[in-house]
């Protein structure tokens, strides 16, 4: 099975290599990297995808991963040297919901792990739990964890006071990120979830506005005019405007003449040349739905 498993990640990365080769996708040589001053600490649960939570390209921010999103003295060294040496301003402790670190049972724990992890961990004389809780350092309350986190960083007291802490958290269940503004009413993670359906929904009318913005912005002449622009290669455009000048141009659309009157030269390419389709944006029915998780705790109490 191992065998088979590393086998199946180097074929992948063959078809990696061949995408690179038929320019289906590209390695960007990033010299002047992050392109933001960001660096997240985040969990090392596989569902945190950094670049695909944020929409972000590789060399965009710095991202380090423990478990539990902990600042260790090697989270600490790691921090220090994107803060000087390459200009970081923000850090942001990304936590997530149903995080593996608050269902580790230490006692459970200490029988799977090898005689040597256990000398390791566990001096003689001290009390074992405690030992195990030391090194793990796991927790209950993810909510709770961000701010200890967040109280770590601000009690060193050794960074520049230009760079900003931030603490974030990331629902596995539904994609959003709940910022600071977001948290700062809640004390813990189980007062957030009596709140999760409120929360959710101010999120979800947050996804209204911006699909409203955007439909607005495509009905903008120039934002259309823009989109056309940077469709078209840049040698057909000179092309155009060699053969064609503004006042021989003449206006012939299946879109209305009195929206693009008077426009410039690419807006009349734009009506002769191609039909104007507007994206029609159907705003979907706001349903919160909160994760079993939090339902069968809330029904052990009863």
């Known amino acids: 099975m191992g065998e088979d498993i590393e086998r199946n990640f ?40 950094i670049n695909r939570i944020f929409q972000l390209n590789p060399g965009d921010v710095f991202v380090l991963r423990n478990a539990g999103n902990i600042l260790t003295i090697d989270m600490l060294r790691s921090i220090l040297i994107t803060i000087h040496e390459y200009n970081i301003k923000y850090i942001i402790i990304l936590g997530h919901l149903d995080c593996g670190m608050t269902k580790i049972d230490l006692l459970k724990l200490r029988e799977k792990l090898y005689i040597k992890s256990r000398e390791l961990i566990i001096r003689k004389g001290n009390n074992p739990y405690s030992e195990l809780r030391n090194f793990f350092k796991p927790f209950k309350d993810v909510l709770q964890n961000i701010n200890e986190q967040i109280d770590s960083l601000r009690d060193f007291k050794g960074f520049p006071s230009n760079v900003k802490i931030r603490g974030w958290l990331y629902d596995v269940h539904t994609g959003w990120v709940f910022e600071t503004d977001n948290l700062r009413n809640f004390e813990s993670t189980e007062d957030l979830m009596i709140n999760y359906k409120d929360l959710i929904s101010k999120k979800d009318l947050e996804l ?36 064609k000048s503004l006042n021989d141009v003449e206006t012939q659309s299946t879109c209305s003449p009195k929206r693009f009157h008077n426009t410039n030269l690419s807006t009349d390419l ?27 705790k809330k029904m052990s109490k009863i």
């Open 10 to 49: 180097l074929n992948n990365n063959i078809k990696f290599r061949w995408n690179v080769i038929q320019d289906l996708e590209k390695i960007d040589s990033v010299e002047d990297y992050p392109k933001y001053p960001v660096l997240f600490l985040t969990c090392m649960d596989p569902r945190i995808d």
């Open 208 to 243: 209204v506005d911006s699909l409203i913005s955007l439909e607005k912005d495509s009905l903008d002449p120039k934002s259309l005019i823009r989109k056309y622009e940077e469709d078209i290669p840049p040698k057909s455009i000179d092309l155009m405007n060699k053969n």
């Open 270 to 296: 734009l009506m002769k040349g191609s039909r104007i389709t507007i994206p029609k944006i159907i705003v979907p029915k706001i349903s919160v739905n909160i994760p079993e998780i939090y339902k069968r």
